[in-house]
């Protein structure tokens, strides 16, 4: 019996839904079902009772659940008492491949000279990485772009930033100096994974209005401009701070706008695992991003991207 196997459980035990609780634990239906199936089998009964409608536990799931909630629990407890008894807390950072570089300060470098007392070890992994490690104690600290599980509670927005389209300069699109939806009709779209939600969003949209297109696979972020370089008819959404440092002079970034002559936002958080009381070394870590950026995302200025998604604002 492994942990992850007992994480699958929990989780299809709350939700009662295959497609729900693999979304939730960002693994395939599949990946999930072969899991459950094999820990049923090493149990030697069923946990669950499979319909069309859903899952149903069976008695002896509902025997179980406390066991096995108490089991993982214990584990995240013990993930922080291994970690709290070294000798030097180390706070350990998660973020989103490129979100380093798309900081306008070395947030981190000036964290350390701040306080020199507190250690931080910054990583950054893909975002279904980051929140499998966050749940096994692996990270203290994540900044996260929405929409963010329901297993996390965002406690301050740390950047926000107009998502936008890059183009080929020798693209259509890249003499209109701004873009909406509807110029999208019939262009093949190149998009990056690390913005699912607004991903989703166009996507929708365009079904919508009737604008046929086509969604390139999933690629690398160091490979995002190289392929809109090389494939003149994509068109790709990202954010312009993450390429700044970047040289592609035959790239154009063009605003990207909605109906209402709104812009859709691309809004990073700072976020913890909820029911989990932080530490002295994790409180302090956001304080600091409160003082830091509470003033600068205090109010409700932009309401486009929270009406689109909901579960943005904290």
Not at 41 to 58: D, H, I, M, W, Y
Not at 122 to 127: D, I, R, S, T, V
Not at 233 to 246: A, I, T
Not at 254 to 270: A, K, R, V
Request: glycine share 6%; proline share 5%.
């Amino acid at each position: 019996m492994e942990l992850r196997q007992i994480q699958y459980f929990v989780q299809l035990y709350k939700d009662c839904n295959m497609t729900k609780s693999s979304q939730a634990l960002y693994i395939s239906q599949q990946g999930l079902s072969k899991s459950v199936s094999k820990l049923e089998a090493e149990l030697g009964f069923p946990l669950f009772q499979r319909t069309s409608s859903g899952v149903t536990p069976t008695e002896s799931a509902v025997k179980l659940y406390e066991f096995f909630k108490k089991v993982l629990d214990s584990y995240q407890e013990l993930q922080r008492e291994v970690a709290s008894v070294h000798q030097k807390r180390v706070l350990k950072i998660i973020a989103s491949p490129g979100f380093a570089l798309a900081t306008d300060t070395d947030e981190f470098a000036e964290y350390g000279k701040l306080y020199p007392e507190f250690e931080t070890m910054y990583m950054e992994e893909p975002k279904e990485v980051m929140v499998q490690s966050m749940l096994e104690g692996k990270g203290d600290i994540a900044y996260m772009v929405p929409p963010i599980p329901e297993e996390f509670q965002s406690h301050q927005i740390v950047g926000r930033e107009p998502l936008y389209v890059a183009v080929n300069n020798a693209h259509p699109l890249a003499e209109k100096g701004k873009v909406a939806i509807a110029d999208l009709e019939g262009r093949p779209l190149l998009l990056l994974n690390l913005y699912e939600g607004h991903n989703g969003w166009i996507l929708r949209h365009a079904e919508q209005l009737g604008i046929s297109y086509s969604v390139y696979n999933q690629v690398a972020l160091n490979e995002f401009l190289s392929i809109l370089c090389a494939k003149e008819e994509l068109v790709g959404f990202s954010s312009k701070l993450l390429y700044r440092y970047y040289n592609f002079p035959g790239i154009t970034f063009l605003p990207f706008f909605l109906d209402d002559g709104s812009q859709m936002y691309i809004e990073t958080h700072l976020v913890t695992l909820k029911g989990v009381y932080p530490d002295r070394e994790t409180q302090h870590y956001i304080d600091y991003a409160k003082e830091k950026y509470s003033t600068v995302f205090h109010d409700t200025a932009f309401r486009a991207e929270s009406a689109l998604f909901p579960n943005i604002s904290p």
